[in-house]
């Protein structure tokens, strides 16, 4: 990779690893597990960086191969055992009150991976349900009977007076 090209990979990193590591935290609800998928997609970006520059939207195609990255690591054989806690450290919440992070939280940790990376895509990252599905490589049927059975297991396991969060019958 020429020097200019290494230049604006790094800078573009620079400009935007905080929010990939949360993105990547939001979907497989683990620091260490996100700090592997944003470097294994990182990696996969830097060996195609010429060809990345030349997509319409940069910021999608490296989103898109750190949502891969995640679903195929969580496919592996080695990682279908359930975590048994969930860590409550990190700045990423859905309203200041630390009670309502904490929930939201625990409900996130407890969807499966495809339903929580819809979540955080659509209502974090704010993207339509289309980019969704192309971030995913699925459809957008998928995306939004996925939303529909996400937002109606976190209405299950939160509070009725975080009904606010998952547009429920409190709202």
Same mark, same amino acid.
């Given at each position: 990779? @020429? ?6 990979f790094?800078? #573009? &990193?620079?400009?935007?690893m ?20 944003? *470097?294994?997609? =990182? ?6 960086? %010429?060809?990345? +520059? ?6 999608a195609?490296?989103r898109? &191969?750190?949502?891969? *990255?995640?679903?195929?690591? %969580?496919? %592996? @054989? ?6 048994v ?5 990190g /700045? ?10 904490l929930?939201?939280?625990?409900? $996130?940790?407890?969807? @499966? *991976? %495809?339903?929580?990376?819809?979540l955080? $895509?659509?209502? #974090?990252?704010? =993207?339509?349900?289309e980019?969704?599905a192309? !971030? ?6 998928? &995306?939004? *009977?996925?939303?529909?059975?996400a937002? /109606? !297991?976190?209405r ?9 969060? +998952?547009?429920g @019958?409190?709202?």
């Amino acid at each position: 990779m @020429p020097d200019a090209d290494e230049a604006g990979f790094r800078e #573009y &990193v620079q400009a935007r690893m905080v929010r990939l590591r949360r993105i990547a935290y939001l979907i497989c609800g683990d620091w260490h597990l996100a700090e592997d998928a944003v *470097s294994v997609a =990182l990696a996969k970006v830097y060996l195609k960086w %010429r060809r990345a +520059t030349e997509a319409d939207n940069l910021d999608a195609y490296v989103r898109r &191969v750190l949502v891969r *990255s995640i679903m195929d690591e %969580r496919r %592996r @054989p080695w990682r279908r055992e359930s975590p048994v806690g969930f860590p409550v450290t990190g /700045t990423v919440a859905p309203a200041d009150e630390p009670e309502v992070r904490l929930a939201v939280r625990a409900a $996130l940790a407890g969807l @499966p *991976s %495809r339903r929580r990376a819809v979540l955080v $895509l659509r209502f #974090y990252e704010g =993207l339509s349900v289309e980019e969704t599905a192309a !971030a995913m490589g699925t459809t957008s049927g998928t &995306v939004k *009977s996925q939303t529909a059975r996400a937002l /109606t !297991a976190l209405r299950e396991v939160l509070p009725r007076d975080f009904a606010h969060i +998952t547009g429920g @019958p409190d709202e």
